[in-house]
């Protein structure tokens, strides 16, 4: 027997199950119910019917596993727990927040075993539930990763990051200096072909619109420049693209940046994205000026409203 606990309070049976017992498919759980295996509080129930915090939900054994259902995750390692746990910046009630480094995935992927996502039940604390990821950092960048520690959180959180109130703010260290001191860069972006989907470049016709900030804080001659930088969309390796098709990547950026040495892009189809840069705009206050040094790609300045 398993209790409601507050945060499923209101959420359908079978929800309740995807949430506490992923193993289980659909069909499984509405069969289960049908059978009169599933009972909530002792009654027979449907895969539709509402929980309230306090029932109890008789979960049967044995019931099959639905194809393709995620295994049990393995149990964490004292180093692995401590590895977490050394990670974390701030803590309350609602919300954890990481400091992760680079090199960490956010979530697993291809050829990817060690993430946030598979060391998150070392993060439970004194709560019996499992922090839950509501954005995701590249892995090749550092910062602040917001978990949740309740599915209400996690919806709150959710819905401040979809309706764009929540302000990212990264910062960056660029090869070279942007000619403007902050604007606004528009290009729009989309999965490079050949890559896989694992890499993003400018595409004027297909692409997704995508806007960024920048602000460049400090400069070091011509070289290198301190930036920061906001996006306003939420495209894969948006900031990289950008200030890569600004014509200064980030420095380190084994994907989009430069090798050592190098003052142009070290793959041809980085250059490329620079010379389709036509949709790009840098947009910045004050006084007005069409036009860049950097080819096609075009740089207005508007005044403060």
């Not at 990481?98 to 598979?118: E, M």
């Not at 401040?160 to 090869?175: D, H, I, M, Q």
């Not at 200096?177 to 072909?193: N, V, Y």
């Not at 390796?237 to 989009?256: E, L, N």
Request: with cysteine; hydrophobic share 35%.
């Amino acid at each position: 027997m398993l209790t409601v606990g507050p945060d499923d309070d209101g959420i359908r049976l079978d929800r309740w199950f995807q949430r506490h017992v992923p193993e289980l498919g659909f069909g499984a759980v509405a069969r289960a119910s049908r059978t009169g295996q599933i009972r909530l509080d002792g009654k027979r129930v449907d895969p539709g019917d509402r929980v309230a915090t306090g029932q109890q939900v008789r979960v049967p054994p044995a019931l099959p596993v639905a194809p393709g259902a995620p295994l049990p995750p393995k149990p964490l390692s004292a180093e692995d727990i401590a590895y977490i746990q050394s990670l974390v910046i701030y803590r309350d009630a609602h919300a954890i927040v990481l400091n992760k480094p680079a090199g960490l995935a956010t979530q697993g992927g291809t050829s990817t075993f060690r993430h946030v996502d598979g060391l998150l039940d070392g993060l439970r604390f004194e709560s019996s539930g499992r922090p839950k990821l509501v954005h995701r950092l590249d892995k090749d960048t550092s910062g602040v990763l917001l978990l949740a520690r309740s599915a209400r959180a996690a919806a709150h959180f959710s819905r401040e990051f979809a309706g764009r109130t929540a302000r990212k703010v990264y910062w960056a260290l660029t090869v070279g200096s942007p000619s403007l001191d902050a604007g606004t860069i528009e290009a729009k972006l989309g999965k490079q072909p050949g890559s896989g989907g694992e890499k993003m470049h400018v595409d004027p016709v297909d692409g997704a619109p995508a806007r960024t900030r920048f602000r460049v804080i400090d400069r070091a001659g011509p070289r290198a420049a301190f930036v920061e930088f906001q996006p306003l969309t939420g495209r894969t390796h948006q900031i990289r693209v950008h200030a890569m098709a600004m014509g200064h990547p980030i420095v380190g950026d084994g994907k989009y940046g430069l090798a050592a040495g190098d003052r142009e892009p070290r793959r041809s189809e980085d250059r490329r994205d620079r010379r389709a840069c036509g949709p790009f705009r840098a947009v910045a206050r004050p006084a007005r000026l069409r036009g860049s040094r950097r080819g096609p790609v075009a740089a207005r300045r508007s005044q403060v409203p």
